[in-house]
């Protein structure tokens, strides 16, 4: 069992910056892809990024490449999302997950294991 807590989530003007948090229960985090995925209001949960067990390689969505960097520290069970050139598209509830699959997932269903999410809110 690995439980998820995301943290640094909040109110942003377009342009700027945050950056998120999830810390992983467990001595095993290092055997986990670690993926971010949003989920706006009335819309389906999307990937954002994925990151190897050993950040050997990454993903991301297009919408987000170039803006947003996933990395992990495994010694502090910890996934990081850095958000920069904000947009208010970007507003949504963000959530990290788990998975124990071999790759980089892109879909939500190939994830063990989520957080409860962080609002990010990027005002106009």
């Known amino acids: 069992q690995v439980q998820l807590v995301e943290s640094g989530g909040g109110l942003v003007q377009a342009g700027g910056s945050l950056r998120l948090s999830c810390v992983a229960s467990g001595r095993t985090f290092s055997s986990y892809v670690m993926g971010w995925f949003r989920q706006a209001p009335e819309k389906e949960r999307e990937f954002v990024a994925a990151?190897?067990?050993?950040?050997?390689?990454?993903d991301y969505a297009n919408s987000v490449k170039g803006r947003f960097t996933i990395s992990r520290d495994n010694a502090k069970n910890t996934v990081y999302l850095q958000m920069k050139s904000l947009k208010p598209e970007d507003t949504a509830v963000y959530y990290c997950a788990a998975s124990s699959r071999r790759y980089t997932p892109k879909v939500w269903d190939e994830y063990n294991y989520w957080g409860q999410g962080t609002q990010v809110t990027v005002s106009s």
């Open positions: 990151i190897s067990r050993m950040s050997v390689s990454t």
